[in-house]
């Protein structure tokens, strides 16, 4: 059973920059589809942004040139850069992944919700002035 466990959530300023984490535990991350989604109150989950098994990465229009996903695959830990942060930005954000997997995500392919076998429980981004 894949567990998932986010991290480095918090409160920010418009501009501002954070490092969510998401570590991996029951798979080898490199062989994991992996999201991240994000839900503010009021609206619905929200794809945001994924990367496959060959570090292959789509991003929703929004966070383009503002988010950087990556895979660290000694820490088993995937990670997401987002700079640049507006207030639309804000919600919980949770991690996603389905281990293993032969997604691939070229031409910019986002994968929706239920194509994602676990999730995380979810970290609080705050982007306000």
């Known amino acids: 059973q894949v567990q998932l466990v986010e991290s480095g959530g918090g409160s920010v300023q418009p501009g501002e920059s954070l490092r969510l984490s998401c570590e991996v535990y029951g798979s080898t991350i490199s062989s994991c589809l992996m999201g991240w989604f994000r839900q503010a109150p009021g609206k619905q989950r929200e794809k945001v942004t994924a990367i496959d098994k060959y570090r292959r990465a789509s991003y929703v229009y929004s966070v383009m040139g503002r988010f950087t996903l990556s895979k660290d695959v000694d820490k088993n830990t995937l990670h997401v850069q987002m700079n640049s942060l507006k207030p639309d930005d804000s919600g919980m954000y949770y991690c996603?992944?389905?281990?293993?997997?032969?997604?691939?995500?070229?031409?910019?392919?986002?994968?929706?919700?239920?194509?994602?076998?676990?999730w995380g429980q979810g970290t609080q981004v705050t982007v306000s002035s």
């Open positions: 996603a992944a389905d281990c293993p997997s032969f997604a691939d995500l070229s031409g910019d392919y986002l994968p929706g919700d239920f194509e994602y076998t676990s």
